[in-house]
C-alpha cells in the first residue's frame, strides 16, 4: 500500500512541475495545489498506513497509528487551501488588469 501512494505522491509532484512550467496561470496554480496534494500525501505514507488501529495509545492497545502526520496533513490543508485562494484572487485581478493571462506578455517578451 506505502508503495502505491509512493507512486502517487512521485506522478502528482511530476504533474505539478510540469504545470508549473506552463504559460497560463490556471495551469501554474493547478500546478501550486497539485504540488501541496503529492505534498500531503507523501507525509500521509511517512507516517506508515495502517488501517483500523486507534490514533492514541490506550490501556491495553500495542499497535496504534501515529498522529503526527495526520495533524500535520490537517494544517497542511488549511494553509494550502489559503494560499490558493490567493493565488486565484491574483490572477484574477491581474488578467482584468492586463487582459491576458499569458506568462510571456505579463513579463513583457515579445513573441515575434
Avoid: C, W
Amino acid at each position: 500500500m506505502e508503495i502505491i501512494t509512493s507512486i502517487l505522491a512521485g506522478i502528482l509532484f511530476a504533474t505539478a512541475v510540469y504545470n508549473l512550467l506552463q504559460k497560463q496561470l490556471l495551469r501554474i496554480i493547478i500546478g501550486t495545489v497539485l504540488l501541496t496534494h503529492g505534498a500531503h500525501i507523501f507525509i500521509f505514507t511517512m507516517g506508515k498506513l495502517k488501517t483500523g488501529q486507534p490514533p492514541v495509545l490506550t490501556e491495553g492497545v500495542t499497535d496504534y497509528t501515529d498522529p503526527l502526520p495526520q495533524a500535520l496533513i490537517l494544517t497542511s490543508i488549511v494553509i494550502s487551501f489559503g494560499v490558493t485562494s490567493l493565488l486565484l484572487v491574483l490572477s484574477y485581478r491581474t488578467a482584468q488588469e492586463n487582459n491576458t493571462d499569458n506568462m510571456e506578455q505579463l513579463r513583457g517578451e515579445s513573441n515575434e
